[in-house]
């Protein structure tokens, strides 16, 4: 009998430390990834920013991969001499647009991409679960993608510096970066064609984040509570915007123009508007 209660508590201490150490290991600090890259909307849901996943699935960034579909926005395909029964799910002058990080590390890719192996890797979609085929959070909020400082934010539970999470691809010049595709030259979109074309930042970003409607109980605690004081500083980004990313379509293919890239992978650096 005493044998087994000796063996029992040495269990019971072994299951303890155990225990412990794994409490441990979660409270360590993630880890900061070497490389930026996309990761996609999904990851900012949950509990991090939910009401504004909810918010922006329901916007009109939400769902711009649906546009592209056959029969969708008919009369507005037609209006710019696009055929409205061509399916542009797999056009890349369209996806640079309609998607998050496409042809970037991490981005989306169409259906049909294939690695050298002939392995299939286009994104999963889920119907449910808007991500990388919508245009989502790092298109607006990041230069590579948020991988690193996501897991700034992560890690100080949102108590940061601005210069924090710019160091990593954060940024803060959201009325220039909104010019990379909604007044770009190749857009058939133009103000010439309709008034309703005319970009006005302060009116597009109210349809953004209308988060008001999706707080409740449960995600309360995701408020962002140093908003107020991040607002005082002001990032290098704001001072100095970023270039915007220049592209084409050469043989098939997107192409980023030589030098328009905000962030140089090579080099880890940031390239700003001179």
Known sequence: ??????????????????????????????????????????????????????????????????????????????????????????TPLCLRCHTTGYKQRGGFKPAGSKNKKGKDTSTKIDPEEPNKEQVGCEMCHSVAGGSQFRIVMKNTKGDFKKAETEKYGQRWDYANVCTRCHTHPNTPFKPEVHDKYKFNFEERKKKVHPTE??????????????????????????????????????????????????????????????
């Open 1 to 90: 009998m005493g044998r087994s209660l000796k063996i029992l508590s040495l269990f019971l201490i072994s299951i303890s430390l155990i225990l412990g150490a794994s409490g441990t290991v979660h409270a360590k600090k993630k880890k900061i990834p070497k490389k930026p890259k996309y990761v996609g909307a999904v990851k900012c849901n949950g509990s991090c920013h939910d009401p504004y996943y909810q918010a922006w699935k329901d916007s009109p960034h939400g769902n711009t991969y649906e546009l592209l579909k056959p029969g969708v926005r008919k009369e507005a395909k037609e209006r710019v001499k696009l055929d409205p029964e061509k399916d542009y799910t797999t």
């Open 213 to 274: 409607k999706y707080w409740n109980e449960d995600n309360e605690d995701q408020k962002l509570e140093k908003i107020k004081d991040r607002n005082k500083e002001v990032a290098q980004s704001e001072k100095t915007p970023l270039v915007i990313e220049d592209f084409k379509v050469k043989k098939g293919k997107l192409r980023f123009k030589k030098g328009t890239k905000p962030y140089n992978k090579k080099k880890k650096t940031f390239n700003y508007k001179k």
